[in-house]
């Protein structure tokens, strides 16, 4: 049995997370995800890497940030280096192509990712870029069907990137009206880019 057949692949996710995938085995997936064999079992395998790999396959993972093949392979890809292994701030350039709702991410999994990984990056360090396209994203949505439903995502990584824990920014806290709790937000969020702007 290779690492792409069948039966193989559908015990993988399951083996990644009980941690019985050796470090051979491991590169062994990856070569075969590197050279283009993955298929259909692309999402499954990138993930067995990530999970009993680790770190050392970022440069692998960074490849498929960007996947309109499969947007589910680029928000995974988002979450693993923006949430996991906190190296997203590298990748800039690919997340905020990704937060420009490109046309082949259909069911928004990647901009998804993208807003909700902003957040993380900001969390451990400001960048003004990416600041600014959540506070746009917040303010004026995308001018799509589900725009209030986008807002409210922006707002809670918005509350993500200023400090905010992860519990602390799904929600406002008690008590507090969610468009006065997002009011708030966006106005810090505002501040924080003046003050960045006038330090340069």
Do not use: C
Not at 12 to 22: E, F, M, N, V, W
Not at 44 to 51: D, G, I, K, P, Q
Not at 104 to 110: G, L, S
Not at 133 to 145: D, P
């Amino acid at each position: 049995m290779t690492v792409t057949d069948g039966e193989y692949v559908k015990q993988l996710i399951s083996r990644a997370k009980d941690g019985t995938i050796p470090p051979r085995e491991v590169a062994e997936i990856a070569q075969a995800v590197s050279e283009g064999r993955a298929g259909q079992s692309l999402y499954r395998m990138l993930y067995a890497v990530v999970r009993a790999g680790g770190p050392a396959y970022e440069p692998l993972v960074a490849n498929y940030l960007v996947h309109p093949e499969d947007p589910e392979v680029s928000a995974l890809a988002i979450q693993v280096l923006s949430g996991h292994w906190r190296v997203g701030a590298k990748y800039r350039e690919q997340i905020l192509e990704l937060l420009g709702s490109p046309e082949w991410d259909e069911n928004d999994d990647a901009f998804m990712a993208a807003v909700s990984g902003v957040g993380e990056i900001l969390h451990d360090e400001f960048n003004a870029d990416l600041l600014k396209a959540l506070v746009k994203i917040a303010e004026e949505g995308r001018g799509e069907y589900n725009d209030e439903l986008m807002q409210g995502f922006a707002v809670e990584a918005i509350a993500r990137a200023l400090g905010a824990s992860h519990a602390e920014s799904m929600k406002p806290p008690e008590g507090v009206a969610r468009s006065t709790w997002s009011e708030g937000l966006l106005q810090a969020a505002r501040e924080r880019l003046r003050e960045a702007a006038r330090q340069t």
